[in-house]
């Protein structure tokens, strides 16, 4: 009894290892097919006892949201739809009251939220870098 315990839980450990590297490559050619329309900006909030989820923002070099994708679940199998409630937008002008005002989960206004402040981090990066190169 105790053996066939074991065996399951092996079987169950390489099919949960397979299927989570299977969805971490389909994410990363995703995000490269992204990065042909443009830049793009990734938010995620964790779930831990509530679904995760991750938003895309493909936006151009004012920063304007040209088209946005949304995956949120709690397995493997989860996939990206589309999420334009912010297209046309910049970046800059996402806040939590927006996303109150279009009705969105708490996991999906923190991810677009964090999607900002990632960008914001990752534009204050490339700065620094500039001025430590000049």
Known sequence: M??????TAVVVWIAQTVL???????????IKELRREGRVAI????????????VLFV??????IQRGEIMEGRTVFAGFKAFDNFNGL???????DLCKSMKLSRQQTLA???????????????AEENLAVN
């Open 20 to 30: 989570g590297l299977r969805q971490f490559k389909k994410f990363n050619n995703h």
């Open 43 to 54: 938010g995620r909030a964790r779930g831990y006892f509530t679904a995760g989820v991750l």
């Open 2 to 7: 105790l053996g066939y315990f074991v065996a």
């Open 112 to 126: 677009v939220i964090s999607a900002q402040k990632e960008y914001e981090s990752y534009k204050l990066m490339k």
């Open 59 to 64: 936006i151009d070099s004012d920063c304007r």
């Open 90 to 96: 910049t970046l800059f002008e996402l806040s939590e």
